[in-house]
Structures are given as C-alpha cells and as structure tokens.
C-alpha cells in the first residue's frame, strides 16, 4: 500500500541521509511475512556509516522501538534489514478504502500517460487456419495490451497477418489445379488448408510445383490481375473467419495492417540501407552482414529481387515509429522467432534509430496437446475455433451439473469456457512449453480460472443475500478487521498495484495469474474460518466490505486477462 510506503519513507528519511523518493525505491517486501510487512534493506548505507549493514539496522531499530506510525505499528532488525510491521486497524481501513473508492480502477494508475505502446500480436497467417499456436500469442498479446491500458499507456494493437509471400504462389497454383468454387465458398479457411497441405504432398513428388508457385507470386508482386485477384479472394475469406474468432473472444485491433501494407515501403527501405552503408550486394542478392555483431547475415532481397519477411518487418517498425511514436514497441510471437528479432533490431540499430533499443520481442514457448506439435505443413492441426467451442461446451456441461438451476447458464459457459482456455496459457510463465491437458483447465478447485471465477460469484451470492446496505462505505466497520485470516486477505488485496506494475515490466501477464490464485485462496481461507452472514452488527458489516473489496480484485484482475467474472455460475 502506497501509503505505508509513503509514511515510512518519510520516517526514515528524517533519520538518514537519503531523500524519501530514494528510500521508497529500496523498500521491499520480504518474502516471509514473518520479516514483517516492508523493509528497508541497510546495505547501501554501510559506506556512509562504514558499519556492517546489520549493526545500521540494529541501532536504526533500538532508535524506533518507542515510535508507532498510523500504518505501521512496530519496528524490528532483521540481519541487514529494518522490518516494519503494519499497525492491522488502520492499514486494513486505508486498503479496503482504497478499493472501495477506485473500483473498476483499483490498481490503475498514470505511469504511463502520454506515451503509446504498440502491441504486435496474434498476426496469423492468411489462408492458415488460426491453430492453437496462434493462441499464445493473442491472449498474452492482448492480456499485454490490457495490462498497459490500465497503468495509463495508450496501447496500439497491431495485427501483421501474414498476408503476403510465396505462400500465395502455392495457393494460387494449388486452386487453379484442383480448386473448387462450392467447396471454397462452403468452408473458405478450411479448404484452402487443405489445398495447402496438398500442395506440399504433391511437391515432394514433384519440384515443379515450387517452381510455378515461385511464377506465382512474382506475378502477385508485380500486380498481376489475375494473381491479385486470388490473393484479394483468400484475404478476404480468411479475415471473415477471424474475426469471429476475435469477436467471440472480445479483442479488437486498432490496426490490420498486414506485411503486404508495407510492400509500398520497401523500396524507400532498401535505399535507406544502401545510404548507410550496411548492406552488400551479392550476386545480386541484397545482405547484412551481422557477423561482427554475433549474428547470422540477413538478406533483404533475393537475387530475383524478391523481398522477405525481414524487410517487411523492417518497413513495419519505421512505420510504426513514424506514425505511434511508441516509447515502446512489443512483438508477442514465438520463441522460435528470436533470431529473426535479434537481427531485425540489430539492423535498425546499425541503421542509426535509437528507437531500437525500445523495440522487445516478448517470445513464448510452444503449447502442445498429447498428439504433438501442431503444424500447418503436416496436415495435423488443432484450430483454435474448436478448441474454444469445447471448452465450452465441457463448461457448460460441469455448469449443468454442478448448479442445475442457475438462470443463465450460457453467459457462465461462455465466461468460463473462454476463461479456461485463456487462463490456461496465461497462469504459465509465457516461456515455458505448455502441456494443454482438459482436465486441469477446468478443474473447479485448481489454480483455473474456473476456481477465480467461483470465488467471485460466491461473493456476489453472499452479498446479494446481504441485502443493498453492504454497498455503503463504513470506516468505523472496516477498522475491525484483526483477525489473521483477515489481514492475511487485505494484506493481499493490497498489492494488486504492484502485481500489474511488475507483469508490465518484465511482459509477463502470469504474475497477476499467479497472483489471482493467491487472492482466491486467502478468499476461501478467510470464508472458512470467518463467517460473514452469520456475524453481527458492525463486524459483520467491516466483513462485507471486505469481500466487496475482494470481489472488485479479482474482476479487475481477470479483467486485465480478458477474462470474464460472472456474478452467478
Ligand atoms: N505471421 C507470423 C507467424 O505466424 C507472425 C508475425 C509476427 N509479427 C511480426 N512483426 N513479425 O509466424
């Protein structure tokens, strides 16, 4: 809490030679809660004082022990930290205050008013089904997008489909083989995968194949009308299906723009590369050379003068400086793409933008049913559509058994369909391989959404039964709380600030998953113990006020995941 901080800081700063700001930057919070609440760890002091760290926090402690602040009630020494420990009444008052009165924006904050991040996700490429490994990418791309919002950052959602390059050619030489008008307007996305993975079949018999798919897609490049027309016909039925995808899972971008949006740009880009001298060309071939700096060479145009992905992505960045303006510049995409940012940015910085160094690849690793990867070319994909559609549907049936005559079962099922699927990529750390196993995501007493989700609406049903006073402020009610389940629930409640903070620094949206796990179990570990219906008088109401607070946590939390919180399941 912000104000513990604050009062400590001040304590502090009137005995030491450090400014208030400085001390509050080295307060901790230690990880055993049986060190107290915050400490102030002494090592950057023992130069000034030249004593050991734990003498410092010793003689700091004896000089406090008569002392008690409003927040904070005692004082001891630690080894080389000085712990305080909250005085219970009036820190659990200011927390549960604090709720109360931000609501919707209790953990939001201003830090990043005024500057524009742009958010690289999802981008799944055109006339490819959206299969499940597209799905990392757009639940922690948009869980990032969120987080951001709410610490005051105007956040850019970008979606660079993968609508341009040589799988176009393929496409366009597999339709006019075997292509069929019914069964491509029938199931666009669908038939056109699998005129893809024909493609490869037939391919590894015959090279030819490769060959007219490369006449393709020089074609496309130079505009002509027949290819255009086909690469216009197979975006357009692509998006189609996406975006009931998108709508289904509530996420909106403020751009599509697609690598074929930069083609315009890329001759500017080319040139500009030349200007400044970093690039060489080599048998017609247009090359980097990253080898002083530790990387692989990058070709930014083919002998044939076709350009590549990188260039694209090159264009894409300049672009998005130019028109954003970011302070930062994010690309939620899969861990097996890092070479290719390693050299994108390395480019951009031998190019002279010191922009560059704002520019972060937020990689994660891959997610796997018991089958397998999932890759297009194999012909064995899981799509993300069916994956959703059965999550829901195994929702809806544990719904209709666990709670038969619940009015709207189908705004549960969706809620905790939906959050199962995105709270069982999200509570990972992104970069470790995931294992999606059905059973574990929709586990009601497991670290799911679903067991988040059912917290949330057992408080709603306890304070529908409460009746419309619990939603009255009481200072004197909520100054009442000093039961150790109930300070270990505030005590919770009150570091969601700092939770969205350090997701946003290190780009990690587990932390506040983590994190809700954390709040529903304080929550349930309090309920067991402190009755709140069956109280009186004031206790009572201090009791309702917190699971209000309780209650509004974990909405903003899973709101910052995209996650639904229904009052009824
Ligand atoms: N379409 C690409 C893929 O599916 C991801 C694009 C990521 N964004 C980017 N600017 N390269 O692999």
């Given amino acids: 809490m912000q104000k513990l901080k604050e009062e400590i800081s001040l304590l502090l700063s009137s005995c030491l030679p450090l400014e208030p700001a400085v001390i509050e930057d080295l307060l901790e919070i230690p990880p055993d809660p049986n060190f107290g609440d915050l400490a102030f760890p002494c090592f950057t002091l023992a130069k000034t004082y030249k004593k050991a760290p734990a003498l410092i926090a010793d003689e700091l402690a004896a000089g406090l022990t008569a002392q008690k602040g409003v927040y904070w009630g005692r004082v001891t020494a630690g080894g080389p930290y000085l712990n305080f420990f909250i005085a219970p009444e009036a820190y659990g008052r200011e927390v549960l205050r604090e709720v109360w009165k931000e609501g919707e924006k209790y953990g939001h904050c201003a830090i990043g008013k005024g500057r524009n991040v742009t958010i690289d996700y999802s981008s799944p490429n055109i006339a490819k089904p959206f299969g499940i490994g597209h799905i990392r990418s757009t639940v922690i791309g948009h869980a990032l997008y969120l987080i951001f919002r709410a610490l005051g950052y105007s956040s850019i959602g970008v979606n660079h489909l993968g609508d341009w390059g040589t799988q176009f050619g393929k496409l366009i030489v597999a339709y006019k083989r075997w292509g069929d008008e019914d069964q491509l307007e029938a199931d666009p996305v669908d038939y056109l995968y699998r005129l893809y993975v024909k493609f490869h079949q037939c391919a590894e ?30 975006r357009r039925l692509s998006l189609e299906n996406y975006a009931l995808i998108y709508q289904l899972l509530g996420i909106e971008f403020e751009h599509y723009h697609g690598e074929s949006h930069y083609n315009k740009m890329l001759d500017d880009v080319i040139e500009l590369v030349l200007e400044k001298g970093i690039a060489e060309e080599s048998e017609g071939a247009l090359i980097v050379d990253l080898e002083p700096h530790g990387l692989p060479p990058v070709m930014l145009r083919k002998k044939d003068g076709a350009t590549l992905y990188i260039t694209r992505d090159l264009a894409a960045a300049i672009y998005r400086k130019n028109t954003f303006d970011f302070a930062l510049s994010l690309y939620v995409v899969g861990a097996e793409q890092t070479l290719h940012f390693q050299q994108l940015f390395k480019v951009l910085e031998l190019l002279g933008f010191k922009w560059a160094k704002d520019c972060v690849h937020v990689p994660f690793g891959l997610i796997r049913f018991k089958e397998g990867r999932m890759s297009t070319r194999a012909g064995k994909i899981v799509l993300l559509e069916e994956v959703l559609k059965r999550s829901i549907d195994m929702a809806r049936d544990i719904i209709e058994e666990k709670n038969p005559d619940l009015a709207d079962k ?20 992104r970069i470790k391989n995931i294992e999606f196993d059905w059973e574990k995501v929709l586990d009601f007493s497991g670290e799911t959404a679903a067991y988040i989700q059912y917290a949330h609406a057992r408080i709603c049903s306890i304070l529908r039964k409460a009746g419309p006073d619990c939603g009255n402020w009481n200072d004197q009610a909520a100054s009442l709380l000093i039961k150790e389940e109930e300070i270990m629930l505030i005590k919770t409640l009150a570091i969601l600030p700092e939770k969205i903070v350090a997701a946003a620094e290190v780009y990690r949206p587990s932390i506040i998953a983590r994190y809700l796990v954390d709040v529903a179990r304080e929550f349930n570990r309090f309920y067991h113990n402190c009755p709140v219906l069956s109280s009186t008088g004031e206790l009572q109401r201090g009791r309702l006020l917190l699971i209000g607070a309780t209650r509004q946590v974990i909405a903003n939390g899973l709101a910052l995941l995209g996650i639904e919180a229904p009052h009824e399941m």
Avoid: P, T
Wanted: contains cysteine; hydrophobic residues 40%; negative net charge.
């Fill in 205 to 234: 018999e015959d090279s030819s194949l490769e060959d007219e798919a490369r006449l393709w897609f020089k074609k496309l490049e130079e505009e002509n009308c027949e290819a255009v027309d086909y690469w216009n016909r197979f």
């Fill in 410 to 429: 189908e705004r549960a099922a969706l809620a905790v369909g939906l959050g199962a699927v995105r709270f069982g990529d999200l509570s990972n750390d």
